[in-house]
């Protein structure tokens, strides 16, 4: 029988390209140019994903294995691990917004928290021999003025910090036995099919609605002057995959370009793309609680330990995204 991967959050940004990966041989122009996939044919592997119950695992992703599995409900949890037994878990799941958790406090700590302990829960109950990586985040650490570092004070300042450390944290609690833990610490990553929630994918929305004619030519915008480090999803899953293949358990990896760019800036490079002209109006409403300016990462221990940088333009990932909602107008 072949090993069994398992993805939770298989249907939702991060989880759907790295199936895309698991499933092709990704390779390109090593000048990070447009990102060619094939079929790996040797890739004998069962792929398992897990989506909300109630809503719809993505049909045309047919080489997958979907289930239903509630990561609050312990029972459905325990029972799923213990049928699967898988040899590799991404754990993808959870509350991904920064800003909705401070509105929805309880629920991202229910679901990032709890939903982590049930599946590691079921994984040492099965005797699984497995190993489980768990997308951190860098909002685990302290705010800064400068590169940080995977050593750097683990100080979340939101809500949703405090979540993906508590993730981590789980890490050290569970017994002795065949689960090994690896960590990966992700800055902002951004590609197509992000919900446009997410500033990146919103603001590109907006230029294809007004390309359709749908809206008025006029971008409504929150904060342009946060710097962040951004990395293309396609380039940050294929760090999961180092990290959780190769990675020294319970070491964080911080996953990131060590490039931080204004908002202001790419909001400039997609305006620029777009095919009428249009304003910007800053709107105050779109503001977060305690935005950070400055949220930038040094990759240098993954780079250094397990080879991996990120290899997609900034230019090539924002023509992705407005490409990939022009395609969703129609």
């Known amino acids: 029988m072949s090993a069994v991967t398992l993805i939770t959050g298989a249907a939702g940004f991060a989880g759907s390209h790295l199936i895309d990966l698991l499933r092709t041989d990704a390779w390109g122009p ?11 044919p040797t890739n004998q592997e069962t792929i398992v994903g897990w ?6 695992p993505p049909t045309h992703r047919s080489a997958v294995t979907w289930e239903a599995v509630d990561l609050l409900d312990r029972s459905s949890v325990v029972g799923a691990i ?6 590799m878990v991404y754990h993808c799941a959870g509350a991904a917004h920064v ?16 939903g982590t ?4 829960d079921g994984l040492c109950q099965a005797g699984a021999e497995a190993r489980v990586l768990i997308p951190g985040s860098a909002l685990v650490y302290r705010p800064a003025s400068d590169a940080l570092t995977e050593d750097h004070p683990l100080v979340p300042a939101s809500p949703y910090g405090v979540s993906k450390l508590a ?22 990553h951004f590609g197509p099919r992000q919900d ?33 480090d951004l990395t293309d999803v396609r380039d940050t899953v294929r760090a999961y995959r180092a990290i959780a293949e190769r990675g020294q358990p319970r070491r964080a990896y911080n996953v990131c370009s060590g490039r931080a760019v204004a908002i202001r800036e790419v909001l400039d490079m997609l305006v620029g793309l777009a095919r009428v002209p249009i304003k910007v109006r800053v ?18 221990r993954l780079r250094d330990e397990l080879g991996w940088t990120a290899t997609i333009p900034l230019e090539q990932t924002l023509n992705d995204i407005l490409q990939y909602w022009r395609q969703e107008m129609r």
């Not at 994918?201 to 904060?223: H, K, L, M, T, Y």
């Open 30 to 40: 090593p000048s990070g140019g447009p990102i060619r996939l094939k079929p790996d």
């Open 51 to 56: 989506y909300r119950p109630g809503g719809t």
């Open 82 to 87: 213990a049928r699967l037994r898988p040899a």
């Open 99 to 114: 800003g909705h958790a401070w509105e929805q406090t309880e629920a991202t700590l229910a679901i990032n928290v709890r």
């Open 117 to 120: 302990h049930h599946l590691l």
């Open 167 to 188: 993730q981590e944290l789980l890490a050290d609690h569970i017994p002795a036995s065949g689960v090994q833990i690896t960590i990966a610490r992700a800055f902002n």
């Open 196 to 228: 446009p929630a997410f500033s990146t994918s919103d603001f590109a929305r907006q230029i294809a609605s007004i390309e359709a004619g749908r809206q008025p030519p006029e971008i409504s915008v929150g904060n342009l002057d946060a710097r962040r």
């Open 283 to 300: 709107d105050p409403a779109r503001f977060r609680p305690n935005d950070v300016p400055l949220l930038l990462g040094d990759p240098s």
